[in-house]
C-alpha cells in the first residue's frame, strides 16, 4: 500500500485521525528538512510545525541533529561553496560568477567581523554629535566664510584705492 501525502507534500501516517496517537518514524527526508530549517535559523516550534509534529517529539528524534545547531549554518555555506566550485569546475559560467560573489560575501562577512572585534567600544556607546553640535559647527564655519569673504572685499577695495 503507497502511503498518502497531504497538500504539502508529507506522508500521511497510517492510523492518523484514528483513536490514539499514530507513531512517529522519522526518514532521512526529515533529517535533512530539519538540519536545513536549523541553519536558516528557525526555532524548535517552527520547525515542528513544518514536520506537522510536536516540539517534544521533535525534540525525542532529532536531539543529536538538534545538538549541532549552530554548526548548521556553517555546513550548509560549505556544501553551496562545494556545488558551486563543482558547476564551475565543470565549465558552467553562472556557477563561476556565482561562486566569485560568494566567495566577496564571504570575504566582506570575514572583513565586518574582524573590524569588530578590534573596536574597544561598542557602536552605541561612542560619541554622537546631536543637532546642537550641527548647528553650532555650521555656525563657526559660516562665520569664518563671512570673515574670508569680508577680508576679500576689503583687500580688493583697498587695491583700487
Excluded at 67 to 96: C, P, S, W
Excluded at 108 to 125: H, L, N, V, Y
Aim: no cysteine; aromatic share 4%.
Amino acid at each position: 500500500m503507497e502511503p498518502n501525502f497531504d497538500l504539502f507534500g508529507q506522508p500521511v501516517r497510517e492510523g492518523f485521525g484514528n483513536r490514539g496517537r499514530p507513531p512517529y518514524e522519522p526518514t532521512e527526508k526529515d533529517r535533512n528538512k530539519v538540519k536545513l530549517l536549523m541553519a536558516l535559523g528557525w526555532v524548535n516550534s517552527r520547525i515542528a510545525n513544518a514536520l506537522g509534529i510536536s516540539p517534544a517529539t521533535l525534540k525525542r528524534y532529532f536531539r543529536a541533529d538538534m545538538k549541532e545547531r549552530d554548526a548548521m549554518r556553517d555546513r550548509l555555506d560549505a556544501r553551496r561553496f562545494e556545488i558551486a566550485l563543482e558547476q564551475a569546475n565543470a565549465g558552467n559560467v553562472t556557477a563561476l560568477r556565482e561562486l566569485g560573489a560568494m566567495i566577496d560575501r564571504n570575504d566582506r562577512m570575514t572583513i565586518e567581523a574582524s573590524m569588530g572585534k578590534g573596536s574597544d567600544q561598542p557602536a552605541a556607546s561612542k560619541d554622537k554629535v546631536g543637532k546642537k553640535m550641527i548647528d553650532e559647527q555650521r555656525a563657526h564655519a559660516a562665520d569664518a566664510d563671512l570673515m574670508a569673504e569680508l577680508e576679500s572685499e576689503a583687500a580688493t577695495q583697498n587695491a583700487r584705492h
